[in-house]
T-cell receptor
Framework: RKEVEQDPGPFNVPEGATVAFNCTYS??????FFWYRQDCRKEPKLLMS???SGNEDGRFTAQLNRASQYISLLIRDSKLSDSATYLC?????????????FGSGTQLTVLP | DGGITQSPKYLFRKEGQNVTLSCEQN?????MYWYRQDPGQGLRLIYY???????QKGDIAEGYSVSREKKESFPLTVTSAQKNPTAFYLC????????????????????FGEGSRLTVL
């Protein structure tokens, strides 16, 4: 089983739709969680950190479920500009440079 | 502005040649990383460094070498031993480290450079 798993998609949704992605992790010692956005042929950029209590940034909501070991990203009112690949990053220990793992990414296409 | 600078952005290499990709950061981060990304694939860790003069192999280190002589710099050499070097190379840094200073700890997210696209002819 992979340490971090994401549904690769692609997810094709109409503009205005609500879409959610999950990212499951296998190591219960994981401490920090992040969502990144990567546009085609560009570098990943931090979208948002995921806090234990859940957090929201405009149309984006991130949640953590420690019991079931997954994080989620919810996008409301999808825009064409949301089309990208969304990567999750899981860090096990804040003191270690090594113990972080990316998911393989979920591709989202928002259709007009 | 603080950030990570990678160069060159595009590089073409003949088979059998070594090439070095530059990565410089002014974020005062202790940890630096090199990733490789192939089309439609996720990120694979090549090498990482937690402090100056120390670095560790990642998951796909064969055919690559690095150095970390300065905190700001973490160059990657793609050697002729790398069988399939054509890829998108990403350098990243993170505010996690052993120095304990507030400026180096951060919250653990990675910051990426714009990437270097290497093509072997």
């Amino acid at each position: 089983r992979k340490e971090v798993e994401q549904d690769p998609g692609p997810f094709n949704v109409p503009e205005g739709a609500t879409v959610a992605f999950n990212c499951t992790y296998s190591n219960s010692a994981s401490q920090s969680f992040f969502w990144y956005r990567q546009d085609c042929r560009k570098e990943p950029k931090l979208l948002m950190s995921v806090y234990s209590s859940g957090n929201e940034d405009g149309r984006f909501t991130a949640q953590l479920n420690r019991a079931s070991q997954y994080i989620s990203l919810l996008i409301r009112d999808s825009k064409l500009s949301d089309s990208a690949t969304y990567l999750c990053l899981v860090r096990i220990s804040s003191g270690s440079a090594r113990q972080l793992t990316f998911g393989s990414g979920t591709q989202l296409t928002v259709l007009p | 502005d603080g950030g990570i600078t990678q160069s060159p952005k595009y590089l073409f290499r003949k088979e059998g040649q070594n090439v070095t990709l530059s990565c410089e950061q002014n974020l005062n981060h202790d940890a630096m990383y090199w990733y490789r990304q192939d089309p439609g694939q996720g990120l694979r860790l090549i090498y990482y460094s937690q402090i100056v003069n120390d670095f560790q192999k990642g998951d796909i280190a064969e055919g690559y070498s690095v150095s970390r002589e300065k905190k700001e710099s973490f160059p990657l050499t793609v050697t002729s031993a790398q069988k399939n070097p054509t890829a998108f190379y990403l350098c990243a840094s993170s505010g996690v480290g052993v120095s304990g200073g507030a400026s180096s700890l951060g919250t653990g997210e990675l910051f990426f450079g714009e990437g270097s696209r290497l093509t072997v002819l």
